[in-house]
């Protein structure tokens, strides 16, 4: 199984990533990697699109229709199908991603650090304030890969769509977590490429400069996607929108695991 890192900007607005990923943007620029612009699902909520990124399914096969839909996935997952081709699961991550793929309602005192206690995630620190730093989330993910060396790991910060429901997409204090983001990512990902990990960065949904997201304009619902790794073309592939659905079979495509029934082609994906 080919290790892979999967990076969840939250709220990263596909033009606000393309103004301010500028780390991201020049290895685009060389052909180390791949761009495209991902048309979010509906609806552009946080919980749901959890689901749906890991799932590759739509809401309405999920199930999780709203924030405040509070359960654990039935369904099949990237951590799911992972552990049963026996590889090793872990997650630095909200709170929420935890409910989804391994209890749920979340207890701190309980599901704070999850080491082998059941679930779907092998190993999780998650945080459960919206203003838990990046540098931090970013902190424990390291420190997960480097104990635990997961075939499959999760990094899913919170600062962009914080400061994105302060200040509203567009704000100087949204761009600016979208570029402290893209230091910390300048800062890890020369060495997780030397170490072979395939990496792919996108995010869940966008921002409007209200402050909101959950709607249908591009706004709240177009993100950018990079994948970074010899199985895909290298370039930029950003002229038509694809859809959000062929991130869990790309994510399956990389690690070279058996995807889902439900879950979708990737006719829509340049592969090597």
């Not at 730093?133 to 899913?156: C, M, N, T, V």
């Not at 990902?189 to 209200?210: C, F, R, S």
């Not at 994948?227 to 895909?232: E, L």
Request: glycine share 8%; net charge negative; aromatic share 10%.
């Amino acid at each position: 199984m080919r290790k892979t890192i999967f990076v969840l900007l939250d709220a990263c607005q596909y033009e606000a990533g393309t103004r301010n990923l500028g780390y991201l943007e020049h290895l685009i620029d060389y052909e180390k990697g791949a761009k495209y612009k991902v048309r979010g699902e509906l609806p552009s909520l946080s919980r749901p699109m959890y689901a749906t990124l890991l799932t590759g399914l739509p809401v309405y096969m999920h199930g999780i229709a709203a924030n405040e839909t509070v359960r654990v996935l039935e369904c099949d997952s990237i951590f799911s199908l992972c552990k049963s081709q026996g590889g090793f699961t872990a997650a630095a991550a909200y709170s929420w991603v935890s409910e989804l793929y391994n209890d749920a309602p979340f207890r701190p005192e309980r599901d704070r650090i999850r080491i082998h206690a059941g679930g779907m995630i092998d190993a999780g620190i998650y945080y459960w304030e919206d203003d838990y730093p990046d540098s931090h989330l970013f902190a424990d993910g390291e420190y997960l890969r480097k104990q635990y060396d997961p075939d499959f790991i999760l990094y899913h910060p919170m600062g962009i769509d914080y400061q994105g429901h302060l200040r509203g997409a567009g704000s100087r204090e949204y761009e600016e977590s979208v570029g402290k983001a893209n230091v910390i990512l300048s800062l890890l990902m020369e060495d997780w490429m030397k170490e072979g990990y395939q990496i792919v960065i996108t995010a869940d949904h966008g921002m409007n400069t209200l402050g909101i997201h959950g709607g249908t304009d591009a706004e709240q619902r177009d993100t950018p996607l990079y994948i970074f790794s010899s199985q895909v073309r290298a370039g930029r592939f950003e002229e038509n929108s694809i859809s959000q659905l062929n991130v869990a079979p790309l994510l399956c495509r990389l690690m070279d695991m058996p995807a889902s029934r439900e879950m979708m082609g990737l006719e829509e994906i340049a592969l090597a």
